[in-house]
C-alpha cells in the first residue's frame, strides 16, 4: 500500500474536495497538492501554537467544514489523535466527551463557542481558525511538517459510537490496520480517479470519514462536502449531483427514504449516479429495488461496524440474493453456535478508550462480539437480526428482521417497518410493528389486511400483537433504528 505521502503526491493536481457555491460564497475547489499544503500549516499552528506532540489527543467540534479536513489531516501529520464531535449534541455531550478522553485541546468552530461554553475546562478550548484566516498562515517550518510512516499502534482515530443505552464509547482505530482494509475496500467498492462523491454524512460518523478521507486518497477521488443531512438538504440534493458532475452517493437507508419521498412528490427525471453505497442500518429488500428503479443506478451495499471494518459487501453487478454481500476478507468471519457474527479485528481496533473492562466484555477469545447473528451461505452473509433485538414469544425465538421483511411485501407503498419485542406484565414478549406508508396511503381496515396477510406468510406465534403507523421511524445519529423511542410509543 502507497503511504499517504505517496499518494498526496501522485494525486497532487487532482481535484479532492469542492465546496459548493451559497449566497454568501463561490466555490472552493482543493486539489491534493492545496490539502497537502494547509494541512502543513496546520500542523505548524497545532505544534507552535497549541503544543500539540506525537500522541496527543484533539476534539474537532467543527461539523462537515473544509476546517475539520485541514485540521484531521494535520492531526496525522504530528501522529496526533482527532476525536470528531457531533455538533448537534449538547454542552453536557461536550464534557462527557471530554471527560472521557482527556484531550489535550478542543477546537471549536467560531459560531459555536457560545453553545459549548463549558466553564469546567475553558483552558482547553480555541476558537477554530476560518477558511479564510487559515489560507493566510505563512508559519516558515510548515514544509518540515509531512505524512510520516506510522506504527502499527499509532491511532488515526477515536470515535465515539451513540449506542441505543449506555454512554457512547471512544473506539480507538489504528492507522495501519485500517488504510490496509481501506485499499481492498475500495476496489470492491468499485473506487476509482474518477469517482465523485457526494459527501452528506457528518464527519463523526465512521461512514464520512472513512469514505471521503480514508478511501477517497487511496484512488485519487474527489468529494464535493456538504453540511451533514438535513431534511431541508432534499430538495436541493439532485441539483448538487448534476452542477458537480457527481456519480457516487454515500448514504444510510434513512437518506435513501427521504430521496423515494422526493421523487414521488416530483415526477420528473433526476440525474443519474453509477454506485450508491448505502451501510449502517438494514436495508430493506423493497426500498433497495424501489431506489434502483427510480433512480436507475446500483447499489452496493456494506455491512460492518466501527470496530469490525467492512465485513461484507453487496457487488453492485450481481443479482440481489437478500444477502448483505460476499465476505470482503479484510477480517477473519465466523458464526458462533448460537449464530452470533465474530471477526478477528485486533489489527485496526485498538479497544474502547479507558474501558478496559467493555474491551475485555466484547471479545470471545480473540473474537470481536458484532451482537449480529446470521449465516453464510456459499460465501454470502445472511442477517438474521441483533442478538439484542431477538424477540422471545412463549419460548420461541422469533427475528424482528423476518416480520418486517414480510410487512413490507404488503404492498408497495410501505416506505419502512420495524419489529421490536417488549415485555408485558406477565413477563412474556408481545410483538410490535411500526410501518411508514407514503403519504396518503392509510385506508380503513388496513390493519386487519395486514394482520391477514402476515397469517399467509408467517407463524401464528410471529405475527405483530400490536400493528402502529408513524410518519417516519426514530432513528439514531448512526441511521440505526431508535428502538428506545419506539418503545415508549407503546401504550
Same mark, same amino acid.
Given at each position: 500500500?502507497?503511504?499517504?505521502?505517496?499518494?498526496?503526491?501522485?494525486?497532487?493536481?487532482?481535484?479532492?474536495?469542492?465546496?459548493?457555491?451559497?449566497?454568501?460564497?463561490?466555490?472552493?475547489?482543493?486539489?491534493?497538492?492545496?490539502?497537502?499544503?494547509?494541512?502543513? @500549516?496546520?500542523?505548524?499552528?497545532?505544534?507552535?501554537?497549541?503544543?500539540?506532540?506525537?500522541?496527543?489527543?484533539?476534539?474537532?467540534?467543527?461539523?462537515?467544514?473544509?476546517?475539520?479536513?485541514?485540521?484531521?489531516?494535520?492531526?496525522?501529520?504530528?501522529?496526533?489523535?482527532?476525536?470528531?464531535?457531533?455538533?448537534?449534541?449538547?454542552?453536557?455531550?461536550?464534557?462527557?466527551?471530554?471527560?472521557?478522553?482527556?484531550?489535550?485541546?478542543?477546537?471549536?468552530?467560531?459560531?459555536?463557542?457560545?453553545?459549548?461554553?463549558?466553564?469546567?475546562?475553558?483552558?482547553?478550548?480555541?476558537?477554530?481558525?476560518?477558511?479564510?484566516?487559515?489560507?493566510?498562515?505563512?508559519?516558515?517550518?510548515?514544509?518540515?511538517?509531512?505524512?510520516?510512516?506510522?506504527?502499527?499502534?499509532?491511532?488515526?482515530?477515536?470515535?465515539?459510537?451513540?449506542?441505543?443505552?449506555?454512554?457512547?464509547?471512544?473506539?480507538?482505530?489504528?492507522?495501519?490496520?485500517?488504510?490496509?482494509?481501506?485499499?481492498?475496500?475500495?476496489?470492491?467498492?468499485?473506487?476509482?480517479?474518477?469517482?465523485?462523491?457526494?459527501?452528506?454524512?457528518?464527519?463523526?460518523?465512521?461512514?464520512?470519514?472513512?469514505?471521503?478521507?480514508?478511501?477517497?486518497?487511496?484512488?485519487?477521488?474527489?468529494?464535493?462536502?456538504?453540511?451533514?443531512?438535513?431534511?431541508?438538504?432534499?430538495?436541493?440534493?439532485?441539483?448538487?449531483?448534476?452542477?458537480?458532475?457527481?456519480?457516487?452517493?454515500?448514504?444510510?437507508?434513512?437518506?435513501?427514504?427521504?430521496?423515494?419521498?422526493?421523487?414521488?412528490?416530483?415526477?420528473?427525471?433526476?440525474?443519474?449516479?453509477?454506485?450508491?453505497?448505502?451501510?449502517?442500518?438494514?436495508?430493506?429488500?423493497?426500498?433497495?429495488?424501489?431506489?434502483?428503479?427510480?433512480?436507475?443506478?446500483?447499489?452496493?451495499?456494506?455491512?460492518?461496524?466501527?470496530?469490525?471494518?467492512?465485513?461484507?459487501?453487496?457487488?453492485?453487478?450481481?443479482q440481489y440474493n437478500s444477502s448483505v454481500g460476499k465476505l470482503t476478507g479484510i477480517?477473519?468471519?465466523?458464526?458462533?453456535?448460537?449464530?452470533?457474527?465474530?471477526?478477528?479485528?485486533?489489527?485496526?481496533?485498538?479497544?474502547?478508550?479507558?474501558?478496559?473492562?467493555?474491551?475485555? @466484555?466484547?471479545?470471545?477469545?480473540?473474537?470481536?462480539?458484532?451482537?449480529?447473528?446470521?449465516?453464510?451461505?456459499?460465501?454470502?452473509?445472511?442477517?438474521?437480526?441483533?442478538?439484542?433485538?431477538?424477540?422471545?414469544?412463549?419460548?420461541?425465538?422469533?427475528?424482528?428482521?423476518?416480520?418486517?421483511?414480510?410487512?413490507?411485501?404488503?404492498?408497495?407503498d410501505i416506505l419502512e417497518s420495524a419489529t421490536l419485542g417488549k415485555f408485558d406484565?406477565?413477563?412474556? @414478549?408481545?410483538?410490535?410493528?411500526?410501518?411508514?406508508?407514503?403519504?396518503?396511503?392509510?385506508?380503513?381496515?388496513?390493519?386487519?389486511?395486514?394482520?391477514?396477510?402476515?397469517?399467509?406468510?408467517?407463524?401464528?406465534?410471529?405475527?405483530?400483537?400490536?400493528?402502529?403507523?408513524?410518519?417516519?421511524?426514530?432513528?439514531?445519529?448512526?441511521?440505526?433504528?431508535?428502538?428506545?423511542?419506539?418503545?415508549?410509543?407503546?401504550?
Amino acid at each position: 500500500m502507497d503511504s499517504l505521502y505517496s499518494l498526496f503526491k501522485k494525486f497532487s493536481e487532482k481535484t479532492f474536495i469542492i465546496i459548493p457555491a451559497n449566497k454568501n460564497n463561490n466555490n472552493i475547489i482543493l486539489t491534493y497538492k492545496d490539502i497537502d499544503n494547509i494541512s502543513s @500549516q496546520i500542523s505548524s499552528y497545532l505544534t507552535n501554537q497549541l503544543n500539540i506532540n506525537k500522541g496527543d489527543r484533539v476534539v474537532l467540534c467543527i461539523g462537515n467544514k473544509l476546517e475539520y479536513i485541514f485540521f484531521y489531516y494535520g492531526l496525522l501529520k504530528l501522529r496526533a489523535v482527532p476525536i470528531p464531535f457531533d455538533i448537534n449534541l449538547t454542552k453536557d455531550d461536550l464534557f462527557y466527551i471530554q471527560q472521557e478522553s482527556s484531550p489535550k485541546k478542543i477546537i471549536i468552530r467560531n459560531d459555536l463557542i457560545e453553545k459549548y461554553d463549558v466553564v469546567d475546562f475553558k483552558d482547553k478550548i480555541v476558537e477554530c481558525p476560518t477558511y479564510d484566516q487559515i489560507l493566510n498562515f505563512n508559519f516558515t517550518d510548515a514544509n518540515n511538517f509531512v505524512f510520516q510512516d506510522m506504527d502499527d499502534e499509532d491511532l488515526c482515530i477515536i470515535l465515539f459510537t451513540a449506542g441505543s443505552t449506555g454512554k457512547p464509547k471512544g473506539v480507538q482505530l489504528k492507522f495501519n490496520g485500517w488504510f490496509e482494509g481501506a485499499e481492498k475496500y475500495g476496489k470492491l467498492a468499485m473506487y476509482n480517479e474518477d469517482t465523485r462523491l457526494l459527501q452528506i454524512m457528518p464527519f463523526y460518523h465512521a461512514d464520512a470519514w472513512f469514505s471521503s478521507l480514508v478511501v477517497a486518497p487511496l484512488f485519487g477521488s474527489s468529494t464535493v462536502l456538504l453540511e451533514s443531512f438535513k431534511i431541508e438538504l432534499i430538495s436541493k440534493f439532485w441539483n448538487y449531483v448534476e452542477n458537480y458532475n457527481v456519480n457516487y452517493l454515500v448514504v444510510v437507508p434513512s437518506i435513501m427514504t427521504s430521496l423515494l419521498l422526493l421523487a414521488l412528490r416530483h415526477n420528473k427525471p433526476f440525474p443519474k449516479v453509477d454506485y450508491v453505497k448505502c451501510s449502517s442500518a438494514v436495508l430493506l429488500p423493497d426500498v433497495r429495488k424501489n431506489f434502483e428503479d427510480v433512480f436507475k443506478t446500483k447499489i452496493i451495499e456494506v455491512y460492518g461496524s466501527t470496530e469490525g471494518h467492512a465485513i461484507t459487501i453487496f457487488p453492485p453487478n450481481e443479482q440481489y440474493n437478500s444477502s448483505v454481500g460476499k465476505l470482503t476478507g479484510i477480517s477473519e468471519v465466523r458464526i458462533t453456535t448460537e449464530g452470533e457474527i465474530q471477526i478477528k479485528n485486533q489489527k485496526w481496533f485498538a479497544g474502547y478508550l479507558n474501558r478496559k473492562d467493555l474491551t475485555e @466484555q466484547a471479545f470471545d477469545n480473540g473474537w470481536f462480539r458484532t451482537g449480529d447473528v446470521g449465516e453464510i451461505r456459499d460465501g454470502y452473509l445472511f442477517l438474521k437480526g441483533r442478538k439484542d433485538d431477538l424477540i422471545i414469544k412463549n419460548g420461541k425465538n422469533i427475528s424482528p428482521k423476518e416480520v418486517d421483511d414480510v410487512l413490507i411485501k404488503f404492498s408497495n407503498d410501505i416506505l419502512e417497518s420495524a419489529t421490536l419485542g417488549k415485555f408485558d406484565k406477565d413477563g412474556n @414478549q408481545q410483538i410490535f410493528s411500526f410501518i411508514v406508508f407514503k403519504e396518503g396511503y392509510i385506508k380503513n381496515n388496513i390493519k386487519t389486511e395486514i394482520i391477514s396477510f402476515c397469517r399467509n406468510h408467517l407463524a401464528e406465534y410471529k405475527i405483530p400483537d400490536q400493528i402502529f403507523f408513524l410518519e417516519a421511524i426514530p432513528k439514531l445519529a448512526s441511521g440505526k433504528v431508535d428502538r428506545n423511542k419506539l418503545k415508549d410509543l407503546i401504550i
